[in-house]
């Protein structure tokens, strides 16, 4: 996707994320609308979820889009893992490339995950979003993927 155009589909998707969980309180609606809104507005996201931190070291998949994810993942394990461990955003242009990489689909080739964290920055999900697509994730995403988990920490935590 053209950078223009992959910037001006998160600007678009980004108030309407807003406005729908703004005020709202139960944690699987507001991911489940994001989730929903993510996969619908952005052509390259072919699976979209969240793994949920649901014991320590610990990854239990949450509302998602796309084919069925991996149940359980260890913090020891997978890109989420990784995100999780580093508390921070990985990108991988090339997941085949990647001993750590976790294969839910054969089909996908690209993946991003973006941590979200509470007020007291303790990991709660990670963000998982993959493509059919080769290297389809860069800065935008990153910068645009942070900001919306930003923005559910602040719904839901503070
Ligand atoms: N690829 C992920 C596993 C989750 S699925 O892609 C839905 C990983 O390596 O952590």
């Known amino acids: 996707m053209r950078v223009e ?15 729908l969980i703004e005020g709202e309180a139960d944690v699987i609606a507001v991911m489940s609308t994001v989730i929903c809104e993510l996969h619908q507005a952005m052509p390259y996201f ?6 949920r931190v649901t014991a320590p070291e610990m990854l ?5 889009q796309g084919g069925h994810g991996c ?8 890109i989420c893992g990784r995100s999780a461990r580093l508390k921070s955003t990985v990108i991988t242009d090339d997941v085949n490339s990647q001993s750590d990489h976790i294969a839910c689909a054969t089909s996908t080739l690209s993946e991003i995950v973006v941590p979200l964290l509470d007020q007291h920055d ?10 059919d697509s080769p ?13 919306i988990c ?9």
Request: proline share 5%; net charge negative.
């Open 46 to 51: 072919d699976w979209t979820g969240f793994y």
């Open 5 to 19: 155009d992959k910037s001006a589909a998160y600007r678009q998707v980004l108030p309407r994320i807003n406005a």
């Open 135 to 147: 290297a389809a994730f860069d800065d935008i995403d990153k910068h645009y993927l942070e900001k």
């Open 71 to 78: 149940l359980h993942i260890p913090f020891a394990q997978g």
């Open 122 to 131: 303790n990991l709660v999900a990670v963000l998982d979003v993959d493509s």
């Open 150 to 158: 930003q923005t559910i920490s602040q719904t839901l935590y503070s």
């Open 60 to 64: 239990t998949v949450g509302p998602y």
